[in-house]
């Protein structure tokens, strides 16, 4: 078994995580249950902002919100003194929610609505990351009407895709996000925005990809970046006060994954910026990074109780479970890969290749492939590492299944930061055709 940040084996041999026992979790709050370990998170979000503060250079790290978008977690990085990454009006309504100092929001998304950009304005959030011309626009005018102004940063495509242990270089970058730095698009959207009374052009945003290994591809976008920014410097004498290098940074969900510590990322970054600064003399500009898997993947597990089984002999053996791709989306969607052991016996010697199905109607809805366990049966409690990211913020409710609650750990303490969904939730929005019994209770 792998531990990450505070899981350990106790006493009675059950696993815990931030000094609390997973199956007295899950007796008080049954399963599925999402657990979060909160030390982890701190450790991370501390260890990406000491490296900036060693290396000297005034940078913002911003947790990138979709991950896992909570009004606790949301608290939480702003213990941290993170900035928050957030892409919809729910996700800024959030913010909002969690009473984030909203100087530190920066707004992103390929197609923010007027009212999206309304809100985003009445709440003086940092910055709006200005994705194509339909927005500029948009945002131009709505400030006009509103007479205010705006920081905007342009999320630019450097032609560089990066996932895992690859990087490509995709020339003109085929991407829904962003305006193509090759091909001319980014120059004109600058010129555009330097143009305006309102936008106050701060500077470039890029995202290469997600998952990622190696640090190539950052310093290849840094590198075209400020081939631009000197270019634009000279024929615009525009200065860049921001670079947001986005997200990205990758994970261990597997023993397969074998990421770097997150300060290696970001020291390659730092040593990238300033190389190239110094090269084309132009001054650093606060330097963004927006972690978040690398943030809060790991810190989290999902408990869940082994039901039904099924053997096709010679074949395999499916061991079913009380969730799946609802509060976990990541397998079916593009075949994620995790690893998990019975919380109530982590150390039991596996016996079995196993694997773990969810209980949606859907062939696809499988959450493990070959999964060695010891025995195991109905009530085991299976814990599937890694959760934390996209688990929660993905999860849906096909077939009309309840959202599982959410519980930080730290320290022995367990706080519940989401209820769990009622069936009377899930009817909560509908309007009958006609009354019921049963409706006119509610
Ligand atoms: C613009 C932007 N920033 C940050 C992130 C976070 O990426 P990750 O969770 O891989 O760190 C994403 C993910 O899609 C993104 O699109």
């Known amino acids: 078994m792998y531990y990450y940040g505070t899981t350990a084996v106790n006493d009675k041999g059950h696993l815990e995580i931030g000094g609390v026992d997973t199956v007295e979790l899950v007796r008080e709050y049954g399963t599925p249950l999402y657990v979060y370990d909160v030390a982890l ?57 969690a009473g984030f100092p909203m100087e530190r929001v920066h707004f992103h998304g390929n197609n923010k609505s007027r009212e999206e950009l309304n809100m985003a304005l009445d709440h003086k959030i940092g910055y709006i990351v200005v994705d194509n011309f339909y927005e500029l626009e948009l945002l131009e005018a709505l400030c006009a009407q509103r007479e ?14 990066a996932h895992t242990h690859d990087y490509i270089m995709t020339g003109q970058a085929d991407s829904k996000f962003g305006f193509d730095l090759q091909n001319g698009q980014a120059e004109k ?17 890029c995202h290469i990809g997600s998952q990622i290994f190696e640090t190539t591809g950052f ?50 970054i730092i040593a990238e910026v300033k190389k190239q600064a110094a090269h084309y003399d132009l001054s650093i500009p606060e330097i963004g ?16 109780k082994i039901g039904s089984s099924k053997e096709v002999p010679e074949v ?86 309840p959202r599982p609650p959410v519980v930080f750990v730290e320290n022995g303490e367990t706080r519940l930061v989401i209820k769990r969904e009622t069936y009377e939730d899930l009817v909560r929005l509908d309007f009958p055709l006609r009354e019921t019994a049963e409706a006119k209770h509610q």
Request: with cysteine.
């Open 316 to 401: 395999r053996k499916y061991l079913a479970i009380d969730g799946g791709m609802t509060d976990n989306i990541r397998p079916a969607l593009y075949q994620a890969k995790y690893e998990a052991v019975l919380a109530n016996k982590p150390l039991e010697q596996t016996t079995e290749v196993v694997s773990i199905a969810g209980k949606c109607c859907e062939s696809g809805d499988m959450l493990i492939w070959d999964l060695p366990l010891p025995e195991a049966g109905d009530q085991d409690i299976l814990a599937v590492f890694c959760t934390g990211a996209y688990g929660y913020s993905m999860a849906n409710n096909y077939n009309r299944i």
């Open 289 to 304: 990074i927006e972690p978040g898997r690398s943030l809060v993947g790991d810190a989290g597990i999902t408990l869940y």
């Open 148 to 161: 205010q102004q705006i920081d905007v940063v342009l999320r630019i495509t450097p032609g560089i895709e």
């Open 219 to 268: 310093t290849i976008a840094v590198q075209k970046i400020f081939e631009k920014l000197y270019q634009w410097k000279e024929s615009f004498s525009f200065k860049a006060s921001v670079l947001n290098l986005g997200g990205g940074f990758g994970i261990r969900y597997t023993s397969e994954d074998d990421p770097k510590p997150a300060s290696e990322y970001v020291a390659e």
């Open 41 to 97: 998170i701190r450790q991370r979000a501390r260890s990406f902002k000491a490296t900036f503060e060693k290396y000297g250079v005034k940078a913002q790290v911003s947790f990138a919100s979709k991950a896992f978008s909570s009004v606790a977690m949301v608290q939480l990085a702003d213990e941290e003194g993170l900035s928050l990454d957030v892409v919809s009006g729910g996700e800024l309504y959030t913010a909002i929610a």
């Open 189 to 205: 959207a600058l010129q555009q925005a330097m143009q305006s009374s309102w936008l106050s052009m701060s500077g470039i945003h």
